[in-house]
């Protein structure tokens, strides 16, 4: 509720911004003039001077207060000089974090990362950021896993960057979903990091719609250098991947996630187990997030799938959406449910697994789940992870 107030209160001065179309739209007025100017993130005399590396015992305890523990209160104030001279000011920050929906576990993670909001003034520094926040639709949760946000300048920094990116993207919800994708994109800035970015794409060959559906999918890839994206250009071409292609963007999005030595790992990875580099490569261009996960994770996915299923390699490549699958969250539980039926006589024994594993959660609970749950109720059990998935009987 708070934030779709706050949304309203500012949607209509973002509206104001001026498109950047060809230009880069770096340009344009405060979208936020009734918000007061945030002159410096804190006030120096707010911080006692430390003389050494060593936390304050007094701030680690009240970080413990909030929910850290002794470990992490100790390791958040480490080497920052950082000393809460007003509880008060810091009951207030906590309070007002609160009342912009943060749960316990949002400020117990933001305060880990960025304990030093706790000594800012929360009316006239914290509130106006995390209403400019707010009218973005970013959620608490997504603010507190880049907590750094809360300690840019919002004159100098945040709205300026939502400036330049209005005129890539061009629509409230593109820019509002590409944020809360990525909400540390923000922090990145407007000349040292997002123009540069936008320039070497456009110089690479991409077109304005182009861009600025790439920033929607991924727009954490302001933080990567010009330097990296023409790499993963040409490594996209010599794989055989054109920009006209419509899986293209999708493609770079997953090569510029990963390091060049990392993507070559990961070719090998999936070779070990019997296919050809063609093979990898075309089912990368089909599921480019396939190569994404963390190496055990895809060993782990695939030695199940091969030993349980009894699937080809081949077969998982020409199907490599199932890789994009969580194990344990979703093809065990409806590797489950289909042992449930097989046993109670529902479904054959011999059913194509592969392609009963397959589709969206919507399918798959439609087709096996609801239409059996009055016949079979172990079927609902087995899809909420209560009837675990031991092996198919054959």
């Known amino acids: 509720m708070l934030a779709s107030i706050c949304r309203r209160r500012l949607l209509f001065r973002i509206h104001q911004i001026p498109g950047g179309g060809g230009g880069g739209g770096g340009g344009g007025t405060n979208p936020l003039q009734s918000i007061p ?34 470990t992490a209160a100790a390791a958040a104030t480490t080497g920052q000089r950082l000393r809460i001279c007003s509880t008060d000011k810091a009951d207030a920050v906590c309070a007002l974090l609160r009342h912009y929906g943060f749960a316990n576990a949002d400020i117990i993670r933001t305060l880990r990362s960025a304990p030093s909001i706790l000594i800012v003034d929360p009316e006239r520094i914290l509130r106006p950021k995390l209403d400019f926040l707010a009218s973005l639709g970013l959620e608490p949760r997504k603010i507190a896993s880049a907590p750094f946000l809360l300690e840019r300048s919002l004159d100098k920094r945040l709205v300026p960057s939502m400036q330049f990116l209005r005129g890539i993207i ?63 250009f040409d490594e996209l071409k010599e794989i055989g991947m054109c920009i006209s292609d419509s899986r293209f963007l999708y493609c770079f999005r997953a090569m510029c996630s990963l390091k060049r030595g990392t993507w070559r790992r990961k070719l090998e990875l999936f070779q070990s187990f019997g ?101 079979v109720p172990d079927v609902v059990k087995a899809y909420e992870g209560k009837i675990k998935f031991e092996n198919f009987i054959q």
């Open 37 to 70: 100017p945030a002159r410096n993130s804190y006030s120096s005399s707010a911080v006692a001077d430390v003389s050494n590396s060593e936390p304050c015992p007094d701030t680690v305890s009240y970080l413990i207060s909030c929910g850290l523990s002794p």
């Open 170 to 232: 061009g629509s409230d919800d593109g820019l509002r979903l590409g944020f809360s994708r990525a909400p540390r994109a923000l922090m990145a800035g407007v000349d040292k990091n997002m123009r540069p970015v936008v320039e070497t794409l456009r110089r690479c060959g991409l077109t304005d719609a182009a861009i600025s559906k790439l920033l929607v999918i991924h727009m954490g890839m302001l933080m990567a250098s010009p330097d990296r994206i023409r790499e993963v």
């Open 275 to 375: 296919v050809s580099e063609g093979e990898v490569l075309q089912a990368f261009k089909t599921q480019p997030t396939i190569v994404l996960s963390a190496d055990e994770s895809i060993k782990r996915k695939v030695r199940f799938l091969l030993d349980e299923l009894k699937l080809g390699m081949t077969d998982i490549m020409l199907h490599p959406v199932i890789l994009g699958y969580s194990l344990d969250k979703c093809i065990l539980p409806r590797c489950a449910v289909l042992t449930v039926l097989m046993r109670e006589g529902k479904i054959q024994r011999d059913i194509k697994l592969l392609q009963a594993l397959l589709g969206s959660s919507r399918i798959f609970s439609t087709r096996y789940v609801l239409r059996h749950a009055n016949d």
